[in-house]
């Protein structure tokens, strides 16, 4: 599956873009904030519905404009098929998603059409930050893996909201008997969405300790693991027993909203031991054990999405990765970066087979 050709109105700093896109390797290069990340985001958004980057779809207009648009031709199955992606937002009017110009009911329908996997700066945080940012991964992995996942994530959330929000109002008439019904709907969903992202997490574990192995020639050894008090006792047991807390809180204490994902270098918290580099292989071998696994489950090879990921990592490394991502294995690969020489310098060890745009000011030039 690939990108065949991207539409652009008014996304961000790009005013409008039309641009023919390799099957294989293609690269943007410019001047620090440019658009080469923003055109990687268009390519995200057609696939997820929303920027990868946090902005929220209004933000996503370009200043001054009232509207974006993102249209995208993919081909599948070897050129037999091809599907039509039509995104637009206008100010005031909402977003709609079109497939071959028929439009979504649900938003959510379209994920997990067109796979794709990101490696970004904004990554980091996925090691810095709290856990919510990688409950956030395993959240946007599973829903293009798994329709049922996403359904319980929502039903769960807004469980979760009402829960939260009756125990804030305190005492009413019915207070036990509303608790005990929610509860209930709570464990059943919250078991799931549990169950789910342990396999996950046992399934990528594996996979992220052998890309990482390959990254550092060997040197180190990574470790991840999934943490949940559900793995302790039943769902259902450790809502009755946090009750009264909860009750005395005004919010709910236990659930997979509080779960996470241990990464570590050598038995230690790469967070606080692992060096720059280190911490960026780390992400890397992530985002690579998650391709792979969404090639095996989907049966199509994702998009890839490699936005500046050159910097901190030794020639050792980077060659290394090129190594792996332009192996077979993987299929349509993006690459930004802001150092022409360095990037000229990788493609040459790479492939012979790719297309190579200069960015400048929210435009593209095919070089
Ligand atoms: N809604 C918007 N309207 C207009 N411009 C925007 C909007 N949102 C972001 N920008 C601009 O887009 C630019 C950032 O572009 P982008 O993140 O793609 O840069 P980049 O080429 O990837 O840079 P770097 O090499 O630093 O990562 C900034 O100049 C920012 O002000």
């Known amino acids: 599956m690939f ?30 904030g440019t658009g080469k990340t923003n055109l990687v985001d268009a390519v995200w958004y057609l696939s997820m519905s929303k920027s990868a980057v946090g902005l929220t779809d209004g933000q996503s207009i370009r200043h001054g404009e009232d509207f974006f648009m993102l249209d995208g031709r993919y081909s599948l199955g070897g050129g037999e098929r091809r599907e ?45 930050e709290s856990g919510e940012e990688r409950r956030r991964f395993l959240n946007s992995f599973l829903s293009q893996t798994d329709r049922e996942y996403l359904t319980a994530m929502v039903k769960y959330n807004r469980l979760l909201q ?48 052998e890309y990482y192995a ?35 809180c005004g919010f709910t204490n236990c659930g997979v909203h509080r779960d996470d994902m241990k990464l570590e270098i050598m038995g230690f918290p790469i967070r606080k031991y692992g060096s720059q580099g280190q911490q960026k292989s780390m992400l890397l071998a992530l985002k690579l054990a998650q391709f792979d696994i969404i090639r095996e489950l989907r049966g199509v090879k994702p998009i890839l999405l ?51 745009f200069g960015v400048g000011g929210g435009t593209f030039t095919e070089l």
Do not use: W
């Not at 990108?3 to 641009?19: D, G, M, T, V």
């Not at 464990?187 to 799931?192: C, M, R, V």
């Not at 006792?233 to 005395?248: M, N, Q, T, V």
């Not at 294995?329 to 802001?338: H, L």
């Open 306 to 356: 490699l936005d500046d990921v050159f910097d901190k990592l030794d020639m050792a490394r980077v060659e290394q990765l090129i190594g792996m991502v332009s192996s077979d294995r993987f299929g349509q690969i993006f690459i930004t970066d802001s150092n022409k020489v360095r990037l000229e310098g990788i493609l040459a060890k790479m492939t012979e087979n790719y297309k190579l």
């Open 84 to 128: 039509a992606v039509v995104c637009s937002f206008r100010r005031g009017g909402g977003k709609v998603i079109k497939r071959n110009g028929k439009e979504y009911d649900r938003v959510t329908e379209h994920i997990g059409l067109l796979p794709i996997v990101m490696v970004s700066p904004g990554d980091t945080a996925l090691i810095h």
């Open 162 to 209: 009402e829960r939260n929000r009756l125990l804030k109002t305190g005492p009413l008439t019915g207070f036990d008997e509303i608790l005990e019904v929610l509860d209930m709907q709570l464990e059943q969903t919250g078991t799931l969405v549990y169950r789910k992202r342990a396999e996950m997490v046992g399934r990528l574990a594996p996979k992220v300790a």
């Open 214 to 248: 390959v990254l550092s020639s060997d040197r180190e050894e990574v470790e991840v693991s999934y943490r949940s008090e559900l793995a302790e006792a039943p769902f259902g047991e450790l809502l009755a027993a946090s009750r009264e807390r909860d009750r005395i």
């Open 3 to 32: 990108l065949e050709r991207i539409s652009i109105l008014n996304f961000k700093n790009i005013p409008e873009a039309e641009l023919e896109f390799s099957a294989n390797v293609n690269c943007l290069v410019g001047d620090n």
